[in-house]
């Protein structure tokens, strides 16, 4: 009896992708909560004076001054 192990490479590449997509958002949650730690207070969790400045100077930026995130790729992604 010849048994013969076949893999899909279709479904193996499909699983590897979806490893990798797991791991770079595993990547990305992690590097948000190290952000979001530094703009915290350790003891009581409140913004740090300095996060409390920066936001309200954002909040003074009028809106029409912003930049889609989307605008901003192609920015970067267009320089020369």
């Known amino acids: 009896m010849n048994h013969t192990n076949s893999v899909d ?3 193996l590449y499909k699983e590897l992708k979806r490893i990798e997509e797991t791991m770079a958002t595993k ?4 590097r948000l909560i190290d952000a979001v730690g530094e703009l915290t207070d350790e003891e009581d969790g409140e ?6 400045k920066q936001l309200e100077k954002a909040r003074a930026e009028p ?3 912003y ?6 790729k192609r920015e970067i992604l267009n320089k020369p």
Do not use: G, P, R
């Open 47 to 52: 913004l740090t004076e300095w996060a409390k």
């Open 67 to 72: 930049i889609s995130h989307e605008d901003l």
């Open 63 to 65: 809106e029409e001054n």
């Open 27 to 30: 990547d990305q949650v992690q």
């Open 9 to 11: 490479s279709h479904a």
